[in-house]
Nanobody
Framework: QVQLVESGGGLVQAGGSLRLSCAASGRTFNTYDMGMGWFRQAPGKEREFVAAIRWSGTSLRYADSVKGRFTISRDNAKNTVYLQMNSLKPEDTAVYYC????????????????WGQGTQVTVSS
């Protein structure tokens, strides 16, 4: 079992920055080199992939829409995954979710086994 808790969302002006955190816990979350992903869902839209990293730090993946602006990282000592978001745009406004998978494909939401409750990110124009 894996439990995930997101934090760090809020309101920011366009061009600003936010840092999201995902705290992971559970007795078996590090049994595999799990993929840790960030997804987002805006009102009226499907949940979409944002970024992913494996617990080992390998296999970094980014959506084209955030490449060069967002950075995913992890701190194994704190069992925490981060999403540093810079140069934010109004279209980044969404609920952001942390997720974990034991699978190989890190981009599809259907491949993920565990999900957090989400944290709201709002970017004003």
């Amino acid at each position: 079992q894996v439990q995930l808790v997101e934090s760090g969302g809020g309101l920011v002006q366009a061009g600003g920055s936010l840092r999201l955190s995902c705290a992971a816990s559970g007795r078996t979350f590090n049994t595999y080199d799990m993929g840790m992903g960030w997804f987002r869902q805006a009102p009226g839209k499907e949940r979409e992939f944002v970024a992913a990293i494996r617990w080992s730090g390998t296999s970094l993946r980014y959506a084209d829409s955030v490449k060069g602006r967002f950075t995913i990282s992890r701190d194994n000592a704190k069992n925490t995954v981060y999403l540093q978001m810079n140069s934010l745009k109004p279209e980044d406004t969404a609920v952001y979710y942390c997720a974990a998978t034991t699978g190989w494909d890190l981009r599809g939401p259907k491949n993920y086994d565990y999900w957090g409750q989400g944290t709201q990110v709002t970017v004003s124009s």
